[in-house]
């Protein structure tokens, strides 16, 4: 079954520190990997996308992900964080022709000030 | 411009009531999805339709009917409200299937 497991359901990041978010996904021939944001009391946001290509993957506010086949992972990084990154982030994943997207439990990311 | 927008955002109605959410977005996709995100912000596909055909229904009481007038509209009925449908509901659209899925806003609906 595809499955999609973020190993961190909390992570507390001083501003402006560097932050990494954990993502881990049950491998697949042709496997698409997303990351969304989820603002407090807003919608989902898609901040950045793996379709094929480069493993590095920069996406909105700062954002980047590593594609690792070897590991099947998918972690999120940001250099430096801000109070306005916090929110929930939510790795999923899909694959070609399948019209289902899997999430994970999602992230709850707080900045400290 | 809400690419994927839907309405009413905020819903609190009693038990046993019935209710519509309505969904449209104007990028041009074929497929529209319906997720729902429950208290524990767990979110799982609840139907997808793909040109105005049903292609995916996870396991949803009946008491759930989404209704695809057009490939640009995907509205979500729901029948005889428990307290357990109180959620976060949120359509979805893809160009085709397999590629980047872009989500409304959500809809938070209370049952009391």
């Known amino acids: 079954a595809q499955s999609v497991t973020q190993l961190d359901s909390q992570v507390p990041v001083f501003e402006e520190a560097p932050v990494e978010l954990r993502c881990n996904y049950s491998?697949?021939?042709?496997?698409?990997l997303f990351w969304y944001v989820q603002y407090p009391n807003q919608g989902l946001q898609l901040l950045l996308k793996?379709?094929?290509?480069?493993?590095l993957v920069k996406g909105i506010n700062g954002f980047e992900a590593e594609f690792n086949k070897s590991q099947t992972s998918f972690h999120l990084r940001k250099p430096s964080v801000h109070i306005s990154d916090t929110a929930e982030y939510f790795c999923?994943?899909?694959?070609?022709?399948?019209?289902?997207?899997?999430f994970g439990t999602g992230t709850r990311l707080t900045i400290i000030p | 411009d809400t690419a994927v927008s839907q309405t009413p955002k905020y819903l609190v109605t009693q038990m046993g009531n019935d209710k519509s959410i309505k969904c449209e977005q104007n990028?041009?996709?074929?497929?529209m999805y319906w997720y729902k995100q429950d208290s524990k912000k767990f979110l799982k596909i609840m139907f997808s339709?793909?040109?105005?055909?049903?292609?995916i229904n996870e396991t949803v009481p009946n008491r759930f009917s989404p209704k695809s007038p057009d490939k640009a509209h995907l509205n979500l009925h729901i029948n005889s409200l428990e307290l357990g449908d109180s959620a976060v509901y949120f359509c979805?659209?893809?160009?085709?299937?397999?590629?980047?899925?872009?989500f409304g806003e959500g809809s938070w609906l209370t049952v009391v």
């Open positions: 999923a994943r899909s694959t070609f022709g399948n019209e289902k997207l899997t």
């Open positions: 979805a659209s893809s160009q085709y299937t397999g590629n980047t899925i872009y």
């Open positions: 491998s697949s021939v042709s496997v698409y």
């Open positions: 339709y793909n040109n105005k055909e049903l292609i």
């Open positions: 793996y379709l094929s290509g480069s493993t």
């Open positions: 990028l041009g996709h074929d497929t």
